[in-house]
């Protein structure tokens, strides 16, 4: 149970870097 709660919050931490840094390229580009 631990395990999977640690993988789901690895994986939910990647997906919200991921998901800032699009959008910070993205508002650079629009500039």
């Known amino acids: 149970m ?3 709660l640690s ?3 690895f994986l939910f931490a ?3 870097l991921t998901s800032v ?3 910070g390229l ?3 580009q629009l500039i």
Do not use: M, R, S
Request: glycine share 6%.
């Open 2 to 4: 631990l395990t999977l």
């Open 7 to 9: 993988y789901f919050g």
């Open 14 to 16: 990647i997906l919200t």
């Open 21 to 23: 840094l699009f959008i």
């Open 26 to 28: 993205n508002k650079i």
